[in-house]
């Protein structure tokens, strides 16, 4: 059984950082495409970050371009969020996610594994 479990969210001024983390278990990291969602209050779950197996190939939302920063150590089983400049708009809870299919995806069917999400809170 595959299970993701995001950490590293929390409350944070405008113009800061933090640092998501999520661990993938039940199968090695290296076989998921992975990726970073997010959903504010409200609003649909949205794209944030794409990463490809090797980590070689990542890919942005707009909103996000230049700010945040997708990795991934497959040592480690692991999945990093870096975010940068933080704004109140990033306000969301968000979600890792693991695709088995060839390729990476920019939308919620395209991912096969959802961890249940870390919730961060950007203050004005």
């Known amino acids: 059984q595959v299970q993701l479990v995001e950490s590293g969210g929390g409350l944070v001024q405008a113009g800061g950082s933090l640092r998501l983390s999520c661990e993938i278990s039940?199968?090695?990291?290296?076989?998921?495409?992975m990726g970073w969602f997010r959903q504010a209050p409200g609003k649909e779950r949205e794209f944030v970050v794409a990463i490809s197996r090797s980590g070689s190939y990542i890919e942005y939302a707009d909103s996000v371009k230049g700010r945040f920063a997708g990795s991934r150590d497959n040592a480690k089983n692991t999945v990093y969020l870096q975010m940068n400049s933080l704004k109140p708009t990033d306000t969301a809870v968000y979600y890792c996610?693991?695709?088995?299919?060839?390729?990476?995806?920019?939308?919620?069917?395209?991912?096969?594994?959802w961890g249940k999400g870390t919730l961060v809170t950007v203050s004005s």
């Open positions: 039940g199968r090695t990291i290296t076989s998921y495409a």
């Open positions: 996610a693991a695709r088995r299919r060839p390729g990476i995806s920019r939308t919620t069917d395209g991912m096969d594994y």
